[in-house]
């Protein structure tokens, strides 16, 4: 409400009783009379009663919390007024002289406690009805607000008639509205709903002071009602002030005196709704927590802790189940437990001919056992320190499957009811998804320690190729290795035999992924040192599948290709153990070179030797020599057909005038064009040579 | 790109294995299974056409030469034929004619095991 209107509210009756107070006191002295003046004057009490409630309803707000206190506050109020009342009805100097049929106070004095006591019955008034008004209205339904606005308009009608120009003289009418609006209040009375929301010791609270609130209130409507001082004084200020009065004291006192009662008979079950509350917000907040711990420990010491405190177990334990996939039996980890041994579970769940175990994996439902020692499931479990009471064992199940199950035992028979068990239940639908998601982090974690792996391995297979190709006079060299995965398959490499002779190796490692690269790693390492005390590239191979048989798994292979190039003689000599045939193109024409030769750990002994042939080429200015691997003729486009060696060759042709790079790239970028799409299905590698001569 | 089947048929003494489609590194366990099983049941007398292969990668030459050892070791044999010339050109460059027997015809394999009782 605005400052504005707050000060209105305020100042209208801080005028306007004065005012009425000298009005009156005019009037008691002076014989006047004069029926406008006295309708006016109604009208300002009106106005400024209404203002007062204006003002006190703004200052309300909600009482959702710290209802005791306002019912509180409100007998405080309440009791005070009527000491007040009491005070000034022992004050003897008020004499009252007969008016109509009202007794009228006379002096100064007598008309100032008469406009004292109204305007603060009237505000206590006021007060008791709004706050009656808010507990109402706590938890509305459907009728509650037409309801309370039936009472005040019969309120309203009865205090109208009682007002000096409207006074009806139909005595039935007005004791019939009289009658009605007792119903009402009666009927406003009965919605105590703000009870059920107390704790007990509030409900405590709420019942004294709805005892008291009862009897002053009686106390008020008795006092209003007899031929009291206040009542004179109430009756002589404003008739209408005077009902309204006392039906609020009324309906006061029927109001507080059903809140004593209703809260005094709620207390037995309060128990019962503060725990079913309270159980709620435990689940809430463990169910939360439990979806936070990610640790796969935790989470179940976790779970078995909360298990005890939300349902008041003794002992808990949870296991983990795994059914044998040839149907056999259920395999069972327990992965937590506390204030119980792993000697009393097993007593506990072996049973008694069938397994506890058995019965949940088969039903997937909760099973009860409300007597340990006198249960068929459970007898028998007898060991060095049984475990007594009752047990609740509840599945943990995903995607139909049983998962875990989740026990609580009490130390007493029959100690867990319906409420326990959905509580558990609910509870363990929870940690199920917890399970899950600690697993799957997990495994997300571990994939992404494997991927990093594979990165690192990567970055290591890059530093076993050459870092840059080698400078060496008379040759033009460029070459390229490209893998479809992160870890490929091809190698190449070259070796400086001396200042005239560069040796070349270009080869597949049969499969892909980290085997292929472990393999190309000591191929390399064999490659490297068997280049500086082989002669002639038919003796690297021969040697180099002697070493490696022992290694090679029994399905594995490598292919390569080794050529020693010396740049005096300008020749190229070179052995082919079951690789690609090399490109050779020269002004005249070109070649697939393919000398006989079977690849690397196939077969030991002679046969290698015998089958392995060496081919020197003698080179002239403009050679073009391309080693590659498969991945480049068996490139496919969408229809399936490879790129094949006719391609190959026909654009080393079409560009062997351009230096090795271009080559290189112009092979790469047909190979491209060719298959139509960025992604390689096999690992790709290009060495080009060109021989530029003296 | 996975498309592989086998067929199996007996006669003469001899299991022939029908090989059609791609063979490769996602086919190839279709293939060890095929051998392990006629390994188990004692057959070592084995000849594979390749008449309806349309590829084979090394993971699928890798098949043959890890079970070659052992049917030898039992006085059998893997015996190849029916190859097209894009899929013998694969067994050639890798030297395979050298150390397997290929066939251009399905007889001439059964009928060098009748022979030679290899």
Redesign the interface.
């Known amino acids: 409400m605005s400052r504005f209107k707050r000060i209105i509210s305020v100042v209208i009756p801080l005028v306007l009783f004065p005012a009425v107070f000298f009005y009156d006191v005019i009037r008691s002295t002076v014989d006047l009379d004069v029926p406008s003046i006295a309708f006016v004057r109604e009208i300002a009490i009106l106005m400024s009663f209404f203002s007062l409630y204006y003002y006190v309803n703004g200052k309300k707000t909600r009482v959702k919390k710290g209802i005791p206190r306002e019912i509180g506050k409100l007998l405080v109020i309440t009791f005070s007024v009527l000491v007040l009342a009491g005070i000034i009805s022992l004050m003897r100097q008020i004499v009252f002289v007969e008016k109509g049929a009202l007794l009228v106070p006379q002096g100064v004095m007598g008309v100032f406690l008469s406009v004292l006591t109204s305007v603060v019955m009237g505000a206590l008034s006021i007060i008791m009805l709004i706050t009656v008004r808010e507990l109402i209205f706590y938890k509305r339904k459907k009728g509650t607000k037409r309801n309370f606005a039936f009472y005040l308009v019969a309120l309203i009608a009865g205090c109208a008639l009682s007002l000096p120009f409207l006074r009806a003289t139909d005595r039935l009418a007005v004791s019939g509205l009289y009658v009605l609006t007792v119903i009402l209040l009666v009927l406003n009375s009965f919605r105590q709903s703000w009870i059920v929301y107390l704790s007990r010791r509030e409900k405590i609270y709420c019942i004294v002071y709805s005892a008291l609130l009862f009897f002053t209130n009686m106390f008020l409507s008795v006092l209003l009602s007899n031929d009291s001082v206040p009542n004179r004084l109430i009756s002589s200020f404003s008739q209408s002030l005077h009902s309204f009065v006392q039906l609020n004291a009324v309906f006061g006192a029927v109001y507080f005196g059903m809140a004593f009662v209703s809260t005094l008979f709620h207390l037995p079950t309060a128990e019962v709704f503060e725990r079913k509350q309270s159980e709620l917000t435990s689940l809430h907040n463990l169910s939360r927590l439990v979806t936070q711990v990610f640790d796969f420990n935790d989470l179940v010491n976790t779970v078995t802790q909360m298990t005890l405190e939300v349902i008041g177990a003794t002992t808990s334990w949870l296991e983990l189940v795994q059914s044998s996939p040839d149907g056999g039996g259920v395999s069972v980890e327990l992965v937590a437990q506390r204030n119980i041994n792993n000697d009393q579970i097993d007593e506990l769940m072996k049973g008694n001919g069938f397994s506890i175990r058995q019965l949940m994996a088969e039903s997937k439902k909760v099973l009860v056992v409300d007597d340990i020692a006198g249960d068929k499931r459970t007898k028998g479990a007898m060991g060095v320190n049984p475990v007594k009471g009752c047990l609740l064992s509840v599945p943990l199940i995903s995607h139909n499957e049983l998962i875990g199950i989740l026990h609580a035992t009490k130390d007493m028979e029959y100690g867990f009811d319906q409420d326990d068990i959905d509580v558990l239940t609910t509870f363990a639908d929870h940690v199920t998804i917890a399970i899950e998601n600690s697993k799957l982090i997990a495994r997300s974690l571990e994939r992404e320690r494997l991927h990093q792996e594979i990165m690192v391995a990567q970055r290591m297979q890059q530093r076993l190729l050459p870092q840059s190709v080698p400078n060496i006079g008379a040759l033009d060299i460029s070459a390229i290795s490209e893998s479809s995965y992160e870890v490929g398959g091809d190698y190449y490499d070259f070796v400086k035999l001396n200042d005239d002779r560069l040796g070349i190796v270009v080869g597949?490692v049969?499969?892909?992924g980290v085997s292929a690269a472990f393999y190309m790693a000591e191929v390399k390492g064999i490659f490297l040192s068997l280049s500086k005390i082989c002669a002639s590239p038919r003796e690297l191979l021969v040697r180099a599948n002697h070493t490696l048989m022992d290694s090679l798994e029994?399905?594995?292979?490598i292919?390569l290709i080794y050529a020693i190039v010396d740049i005096r003689k300008a020749s190229l000599v070179l052995a082919r153990a079951?690789?690609?045939?090399v490109a050779y193109i020269s002004k005249d024409g070109f070649e697939m070179v393919?000398p006989?030769?079977?690849?690397l750990g196939?077969?030991n002994g002679a046969?290698f030797e015998e089958?392995t042939e060496e081919r020197t080429i003698n080179m002239s200015e403009g050679d073009v020599c391309v080693f590659y691997t498969d991945g480049i003729t068996e490139s496919r486009r969408a229809s399936g057909e490879?790129y094949g060696y006719d391609r190959l060759i026909e654009i080393a042709v079409k560009t062997k005038e351009s230096s090795a790079e271009q080559i290189r790239d112009s092979i790469l970028q047909d190979v491209r064009a060719f298959t139509g799409t960025a992604t390689y299905g096999d690992d790709m590698t290009l060495v080009v040579l060109k021989w530029i001569g003296h | 790109m996975s498309d592989f089947k086998i067929h199996h048929r007996e006669g003469e003494g001899v299991n022939v294995i029908e090989l059609k489609g791609y063979l490769d590194?996602h086919t190839a366990p279709d293939l060890e299974n095929a051998f392990q099983k006629l390994l188990n049941e004692k057959h070592f007398r084995i000849v594979v056409n390749f008449k309806d292969l349309s590829y084979i990668s090394?993971?699928g030459?890798?098949?043959f030469?890890?079970y070659i050892?052992d049917v030898r070791k039992n006085q059998g044999d893997i015996k190849l034929t029916n190859m097209s010339p894009?899929v013998y050109n694969v067994f050639d460059?890798?030297?395979?004619p050298?150390?397997y027997e290929i066939y251009k015809e399905e007889k001439e394999a059964i009928g060098k095991f009748k022979d030679g009782k290899k």
């Open positions: 597949d049969s499969g892909k029994k399905n594995a292979f292919s079951g690789h690609c045939p393919r006989t030769g079977l690849g196939l077969t046969l089958s490879e | 590194a090394s993971a030459l890798g098949v030469m890890a050892e894009k460059l890798l030297g395979f050298i150390l």
